[in-house]
């Protein structure tokens, strides 16, 4: 059973701090992603990997940075929190596609983030 | 560029009956779509997936039927149940080996009891 796991279900932190979650699969899946939900908006990528220490940019990026050290784990960092960035993170992963099946996309439960 | 389209936000329908949620898309290189489910304060998850080969697929209660023609697929889930409430995520994948999935906006489903 395909398993992903964020650090935190929910956090709070101030305007301007610097912030980390953390994301972990148990399925030795080659490409990792970082989602933000919003009502309204849906599911917007903001930064994806295929390997180890190779990250691309998704579609909101600004504001975000990611590191990928080792392949179960895909880190996400806000470098000075904003409340702009109040949202619901969600990590996902998938294996490289034609590696077989299946070649869903698993999600974290999600971090709900909120900046004051 | 929206490319996946969910253009209802919300459905609404009666318990025992079918539920079908649309999705629309413009790229005609996606060849392989999915459909997630999603509660309040959890992650998505997967539902049922298609490949552009095929134009149906079903499991169980869940049947997703893709016309490539009109760069359409659906959902029906048959019957609706109160746990089926949630909100729906339609997704579209590209040909390559690292591609990305693009997701709709989502509909949220309300099932009467």
């Known amino acids: 059973d395909v398993k992903v796991t964020q650090s935190s279900r929910y956090l709070v932190k101030r305007t301007g701090e610097k912030v980390f979650l953390e994301c972990v699969q148990d399925m030795d899946h080659e490409n990792m992603f970082w989602y933000r939900q919003d009502p309204g908006l849906g599911l917007r990528l903001i930064y994806f990997?295929?390997?180890?220490?190779?990250?691309e940019k998704g579609d909101i990026p600004e504001g975000y940075s990611v590191s990928r050290e080792k392949k179960e784990r895909f880190s996400l960092i806000l470098e000075s929190a904003s409340t702009n960035q109040t949202s619901m993170y969600l990590c996902a992963s998938r294996r490289l596609k034609g590696t077989g099946v299946p070649y869903e996309q698993y999600f974290g439960p999600g971090t709900r983030l909120t900046v004051t | 560029d929206q490319q996946v389209k969910q253009n209802s936000p919300s459905l609404s329908v009666q318990e025992g009956r079918i539920s079908i949620l649309n999705c629309d898309y413009t790229?005609?290189?996606?060849?392989?779509f999915l459909w997630y489910k999603k509660y309040p304060a959890e992650g998505p998850t997967f539902l049922i997936s298609i490949s552009s080969i095929k134009d149906k697929n079903e499991d169980g209660r869940f049947t997703v039927f893709l016309n490539k023609s009109a760069k359409h697929l659906s959902l029906h889930i048959v019957p609706s149940q109160p746990g089926d409430s949630a909100v729906y995520f339609c997704?579209?994948?590209?040909?390559?080996?690292?591609?990305?999935?693009?997701f709709g906006k989502g509909i949220t489903l309300s099932v009467r009891p």
């Open positions: 997704a579209a994948d590209l040909t390559g080996a690292n591609s990305k999935l693009t």
């Open positions: 790229n005609s290189m996606f060849d392989y």
């Open positions: 990997s295929y390997d180890v220490k190779m990250k």
